[in-house]
């Protein structure tokens, strides 16, 4: 993707995350452009066109972070965790554009987002990857409880809830808080660790 | 409450989570209540005032919730546990209303929710109300790691990692799939087993 689209793409991020799919205008991400809507209907066709691309670079920014994560080397657990790590640090760096994948879920539930047939099969695209995103989770989660090293869960609602613990940052994270990566990095071992092992009584072993 | 004022509230929840606030009319409450907007308006001045008693309310299920669970008998974790377990069934229990928190909690981060002065105080006072809540569980384990019951994390990002786990129900739980209390509670419970001792190597002791 061009630098040119990143940037269109970056900012209506900001306006879907502050003011939600309704109530922005494709003259709301020109004005923060401080460019031209020509500039952005040049790329995207309508304002629903570029609520997608967010969403699907969204999505593709939380794929590129987990799958290498996925090969590390080590036992299952080793493996999801690391994977758990990668998807914390990835929501912190794209927190814009994740809040918009998360209200594109909530537009989908609720049948209030795209209108014609083919915005909808988009949207139903979209919301498969986000499951397939889940499903690498849920593999990697079955294939250490099969290792013996998870407690007999239920593998989907164990998933759901591990994954919510980091997705929740959507509501309490401020990005202008800590802008180095290694303050991101710090804030994600912290969350993965309250998850891994922060509340099992030790003598329990 | 009378029961005709938690009518209304209900069903208020519901439209705002599905269309969200701004695209909320009385209308469509009253539409949904099968009455007058007469009749809303004898108790709420204005949408925003319905908004806030709607959020009001979703902060009260949770207290309410929540503190019978702060007085078990146990250690400090036993205590912390009883409480996770609690806030997790309310949030399926209250669905409906505790989106809507989540939602008033974006309006203010945002800044565009309610624009009079008495309006902006209601909602501050809200928003405290919630660093209320979450203070119960920070002062919990807090303790808990003291009594040497859970391991050295900073407590507010745990806090925060732990809540949002059960909090991220919104995003996928759907209430019409199990409308029985058992359901929920069995549920609350996987939730709660996934954060407590879910994910910690079981041979790590």
Known sequence: MTSSKIEILAKAAECFMEQ????????????????????????????TDLFFEVHREGMARLFAAVEPACAVDGDALTVLRAMLRAHARAMLDNH??????????????????????????????????RDAFEGLFKRQAAAARQ????????????????LGALQWSLFWYRPEADRSPEAR????????????????????G
């Open 147 to 162: 290792a013996g090293l998870l407690a007999e869960l239920d593998i989907s609602i164990a998933v759901k809830t591990m």
């Open 185 to 204: 990095d710090v804030l994600a071992e912290q969350m993965v660790t309250t998850i891994i092992e922060g509340l099992r009584p030790r003598a329990m």
């Open 20 to 47: 939600g799919f309704h109530a922005t205008s494709i003259d709301d991400v020109a004005r923060r452009l401080g460019s031209t809507k020509g500039r952005i209907y040049h790329h995207y066709a309508s304002k």
């Open 96 to 129: 814009t554009f994740e809040n918009v994948v998360a209200q594109g879920v909530q537009l989908h539930r609720f049948g209030l987002g795209p209108t014609t047939d083919p915005q909808r099969r988009t949207l139903s695209e979209l919301i498969a990857s």
